[in-house]
């Protein structure tokens, strides 16, 4: 849409800002959402950001989500994306904010969970990257201690390339540790995704879809 084509050139432009480019992206959110309901009336609208370090796939995720079909390789994210993606055979939908994670870009995640109500916690990990655990464990450590954050739900998306050796990938035990993720917290759900070929969505909206409407 064009108010967040022009938010995103605020962020990647003007980060002096971005406090402004994120309020005019949350008041076009307030105008234009409904309220939540249960899937069978109004439907759930679900207000979603997928966070993580630079290189773990959330923007290739983001577009498998909103394409359904393999796409070619996502360059570096600047400042943001903004799709809404219909959780497939169901009434809801997800509006998902894609931020860049790179060291600088983090600062301005707060921008974010505190114009905007947060539903949803999608956090990134890619599995190929055992040398970056300790920065990812310690990003998503702070987020889910946010005030702004702490009502969300957490989905953790372990993300791999099939094609890259499995010799020295991440296992998921190790990421549950490094993260602190209590495996009996109704907040958290732990998914493998492979962000390139889609393979997982299906628990990744199943997870989602039963925490919002209560479905089995």
């Given at each position: 849409?064009?108010?967040?084509?022009?938010c995103?050139?605020?962020y990647?432009?003007?980060?002096?800002?971005?406090?402004?480019?994120?309020?005019?992206l949350?008041?076009?959110?307030?105008?234009?959402?409904?309220?939540?309901?249960?899937a069978?009336?109004?439907?759930?609208?679900?207000?979603?950001?997928?966070?993580?370090l630079?290189?773990?796939?959330k923007?290739?995720l983001?577009?498998?989500?909103?394409?359904?079909?393999?796409?070619?390789s996502?360059?570096?994210?600047?400042?943001?994306?903004?799709?809404?993606?219909?959780?497939?055979?169901?009434?809801?939908?997800l509006?998902?904010?894609?931020?860049?994670?790179?060291?600088?870009?983090?600062r301005?995640?707060?921008?974010f969970?505190?114009?905007?109500?947060?539903?949803?916690?999608?956090?990134?990990?890619?599995?190929?990257?055992?040398?970056?655990?300790?920065?990812?464990?310690q990003?998503?450590r702070?987020?889910?201690?946010?005030?702004?954050?702490?009502?969300?739900?957490?989905?953790v998306?372990?993300?791999?390339d099939?094609?890259?050796p499995?010799?020295?990938?991440?296992q998921?035990?190790?990421v549950?540790?490094?993260f602190?993720?209590?495996?009996?917290?109704?907040?958290?759900?732990?998914?493998?995704?492979?962000?390139?070929?889609?393979?997982?969505?299906?628990?990744?909206?199943?997870?989602t879809e039963?925490?919002?409407?209560?479905?089995k």
């Open positions: 849409t064009r108010t967040v084509q022009y995103t050139r605020l990647s432009k003007f980060h002096v800002s971005i406090k402004v480019s994120i309020g005019i949350g008041l076009f959110w307030i105008v234009r959402a409904r309220p939540m309901g249960n069978q009336s109004a439907g759930v609208h679900v207000n979603v950001l997928l966070l993580g630079d290189g773990a796939g923007t290739q983001l577009y498998r989500m909103k394409l359904k079909t393999a796409s070619a996502w360059g570096a994210t600047t400042g943001f994306n903004y799709e809404s993606v219909q959780i497939p055979n169901s009434q809801t939908l509006h998902v904010w894609d931020l860049a994670g790179s060291s600088t870009a983090r301005f995640f707060r921008f969970y505190e114009s905007i109500r947060v539903d949803a916690l999608m956090f990134v990990c890619n599995l190929d990257q055992r040398g970056r655990l300790d920065e990812a464990a990003l998503y702070f987020l889910s201690n946010e005030e702004r954050l702490r009502k969300a739900i957490r989905v998306v372990l993300n791999q099939d094609e890259k499995a010799s020295g990938r991440l998921k035990e190790e549950v540790s490094a602190g993720i209590d495996p009996d917290s109704r907040l958290t759900r732990v998914v493998h995704v492979n962000c390139a070929t889609g393979q997982g969505l299906d628990d990744l909206y199943l997870e039963k925490y919002f409407t209560g479905s």
